[in-house]
């Protein structure tokens, strides 16, 4: 798949209507995986791709003179598509924590520590993105962000929910596994910890190739669960 560029991005969405919906919400879902492929999926590098993308998003429709344009509801399919991304994302860090859960890695060793911890936070970090973008945007465009922001921080993210479960799962399946007595012995464990980054990253390459065949998918945003 080739993931669909900043500039391509602008010019989609300074020529977007509203019947280009579905379009815009995968080629932004396409953009933000782009931006993270390749790289750590830190909490840093998630807010690097999703800035890269809101940017360009409001860039675009600053350009856009479509008479009676809905750009709330294309702002909408922008969010829409940078939550499929980093539901993929989480999906990846999912995967390679299972193998590792299934494997007694502790969540004590460092870099699945600062999984786990960056995983609790992808929701936040969305949330102030967005709200930040608002902030830079024309006065115009900021007036158009806000009741998107709202429903944003009112029903939370799929994605926001899926990371929360998944930092919790890691946790209770690491716990079993060394009730269990399965945990890996300390250089062991060393070792495949420190191969998360790269496992990751390969997870979601594979995943992103797919968007090609399945698309994504057009539900709406999940209400947010419950956290502690």
């Known amino acids: 798949m080739t993931p669909t560029s900043p500039d391509a991005l602008i010019e989609m969405f300074a020529n977007a209507s509203a019947k280009q919906g579905a379009q815009l919400r995968q080629a932004v ?10 790289r ?4 840093k590098n998630i807010r690097d791709a999703l800035k890269t993308v809101t940017k360009a998003t409001n860039a675009g429709l600053a350009q856009n003179s479509i008479q009676g344009v809905d750009i709330e509801g294309l702002l909408d399919k922008a969010v829409a598509g940078m939550d499929d991304a980093l539901l993929k994302a989480v999906d990846a860090n999912r995967v390679a924590l299972q193998q590792f859960a ?3 890695v502790g969540v004590q060793e460092k870099q699945l520590k600062k999984a786990v911890a960056d995983l609790e936070k992808v929701e936040d970090t969305f949330i102030e993105v967005i709200r930040k ?3 830079t945007a024309s006065a115009q465009m900021a007036a158009q962000w ?6 944003l921080q009112a029903g939370g993210t799929v994605s926001g929910a899926q990371a929360a479960s998944t930092a919790e799962n890691f946790t209770s399946q690491v716990h079993t596994a060394m009730r269990d007595g399965r945990a890996a012995g300390l250089k062991a464990a060393q070792a495949l910890a420190e191969s998360y980054a790269a496992l990751v990253s390969g997870v979601l390459i594979g995943m992103s190739d797919a968007l090609q065949q399945g698309g994504t998918g057009s539900g709406p945003v999940a209400k947010k669960t419950s956290r502690k």
């Open 29 to 38: 879902c396409q953009a933000t995986l782009g931006a993270l492929q390749g």
């Open 40 to 43: 750590e999926l830190s909490l």
């Open 102 to 104: 299934e494997q007694g």
């Open 133 to 135: 973008s608002t902030e």
């Open 146 to 151: 806000a009741p998107v922001l709202e429903k």
